[in-house]
T-cell receptor, first 112, second 113 residues
Framework: DAKTTQPNSMESNEEEPVHLPCNHSTISGTDYIHWYRQLPSQGPEYVIHGLTSNVNNRMASLAIAEDRKSSTLILHRATLRDAAVYYCILRMGGGSNYKLTFGKGTLLTVNP | DAMVIQNPRYQVTQFGKPVTLSCSQTLNHNVMYWYQQKSSQAPKLLFHYYDKDFNNEADTPDNFQSRRPNTSFCFLDIRSPGLGDAAMYLC????????????FGQGTRLTVV
């Protein structure tokens, strides 16, 4: 399985942008980059995913490097509710490696 | 409306007494997953079903079993719970491709006494 590397923790201030990095140097051409987050005492929830182009949705933006070996999840204005563990995960677009396997993730702390 | 439902939210069981956790989904996804998550750790995949095909992770202990009687339901059976099996158990569903998102339940917190 292609692996991802994330910082263990990051800190931000409320209402400031947050850039959460992820390295995936062994990504294959058919791997989608997924981001999930887990708030305290809850199950993980989907944030965003992409293949090659940058993606935006109501929760966040995903910036994907041109060589696809890294990506950045962008929270445009962090709120206290965004404090969570953020996981960057690779999933194959088709074929047998569709399963969702978690790495260690980044613990995001948001200061008021 | 919750799409992946886990029952119960909290379960207390006795050491060595079999326990079953349940998960149901309304998404009609063909893949269902079970994860174990211990305190301050990432979720660890135990196994998953692709339709009725069971796929065990290599390091999942034999003490953990699963059943999927139909598309909507999946069960996690712990045959002889030990103190080390106390954890949050998460169920998730997805389609069998990475082009779509996965959905998670709220988890069942298992305590072994």
């Amino acid at each position: 399985d292609a692996k991802t590397t994330q910082p263990n923790s990051m800190e931000s201030n409320e209402e400031e942008p947050v850039h959460l990095p992820c390295n995936h140097s062994t990504i294959s051409g058919t791997d989608y980059i997924h981001w999930y987050r887990q708030l305290p005492s809850q199950g993980p929830e989907y944030v965003i995913h992409g293949l090659t182009s940058n993606v935006n949705n109501r929760m966040a933006s995903l910036a994907i490097a041109e060589d696809r070996k890294s990506s950045t999840l962008i929270l445009h204005r962090a709120t206290l509710r965004d404090a969570a563990v953020y996981y960057c995960i690779l999933r194959m677009g088709g074929g047998s490696n569709y399963k969702l396997t978690f790495g260690k993730g980044t613990l995001l702390t948001v200061n008021p | 409306d919750a799409m992946v439902i886990q029952n119960p939210r909290y379960q207390v069981t006795q050491f060595g007494k079999p326990v079953t956790l349940s998960c149901s989904q309304t998404l009609n996804h063909n893949v269902m997953y079970w994860y174990q998550q211990k305190s301050s750790q990432a979720p660890k995949l135990l196994f998953h079903y692709y339709d009725k095909d069971f796929n065990n992770e290599a390091d999942t202990p034999d003490n953990f079993q699963s059943r999927r009687p139909n598309t909507s339901f999946c069960f996690l059976d712990i045959r002889s719970p030990g103190l080390g099996d106390a954890a949050m158990y998460l169920c998730a569903t997805s389609e069998d491709r990475g082009t779509t998102e996965a959905f998670f339940g709220q988890g069942t917190r298992l305590t072994v006494v």
